[in-house]
């Protein structure tokens, strides 16, 4: 069955430091989110790209976070200057279209020190 | 009211019981409901998806959509100690923007 995949599966990272999390969603999607959550809490919507470039973003999204499709096949999220609140699992998603579901990767689990 | 309430459990059952699992919203705009299944430090894994009222039924799940009452549910026949995970609704409306329930921590008991 075809998967999202990220990587890395945990990366550790200076508070203040830039970090890359990517992507490589289902071929034929069209449609790509990312999401996080933080230990214990809720999944939460930062941002979804269509037609290269982003439909919609949440507050969370600031100026600090960017997402790029640097090609035919990857999707990534930047954090620019790591918080420690920036914490997650970072989770990216991607669907065939709006008569679809979903699909999720496994996520990143992001740890700011 | 939040968007989205889902009862975060935990809810431990028998092997074989049936088990529900439910959630409310208020956003009438929804129009797509979803749930998710999620292992301990896992990514969500679509079991259900559905656009209209009534019953989706896969197996041994039944998702159920009452958007005159703005709740959605899901059953689980013959519930199975693999069954024990976290269970995520998550409902958009034509935006595409997947709001979540807090989940519910379901355990089956062999």
């Known amino acids: 069955e075809p998967e999202v995949t990220q990587t890395p599966s945990h990366q550790v990272t200076q508070m203040g430091q830039e970090v890359i999390l990517r992507c490589v969603p289902i071929?034929?999607?069209?449609?790509f989110y990312w999401y996080r959550q933080i230990l214990g809490q809720k999944v939460e919507f930062l941002v979804s790209?269509?037609?290269?470039?982003?439909?919609?973003k949440s507050e969370i999204f600031d100026d600090q976070f960017s997402v790029e499709r640097p090609d035919g096949s990857n999707f990534t999220l930047k954090i620019r200057s790591t918080k420690l609140e920036d914490s997650a699992m970072y989770f990216c998603?991607?669907?065939?279209?709006?008569?679809?579901?979903?699909?999720f990767g496994s996520g990143t689990r992001l740890t700011v020190v | 009211q939040k968007e989205v309430e889902q009862d975060p459990g935990p809810l431990s059952v028998p092997e074989g019981a049936i088990v529900s699992l439910n959630c409310t919203y208020s956003n009438s705009a929804f129009q797509y409901f979803m749930w998710y299944r999620q292992y301990s430090r896992k990514g969500p894994e679509l079991l259900m998806y559905?656009?209209?009222?009534g019953n989706k039924e896969d197996g041994r799940f039944t998702a159920q959509v009452d958007k005159s009452s703005k709740y959605i549910s899901l059953f689980i026949r013959d519930s199975q100690p693999s069954d024990s995970a976290t269970y995520l609704c998550?409902?958009?409306?034509?935006?595409?923007?997947?709001?979540f329930g807090q989940g519910t921590e379901l355990s089956v008991k062999p």
């Open positions: 790209f269509y037609n290269n470039e982003i439909s919609e």
């Open positions: 998550a409902m958009r409306n034509q935006g595409g923007k997947l709001i």
């Open positions: 071929s034929n999607h069209l449609y």
């Open positions: 998603a991607s669907s065939a279209g709006q008569g679809f579901g979903y699909t």
């Open positions: 559905t656009y209209s009222s």
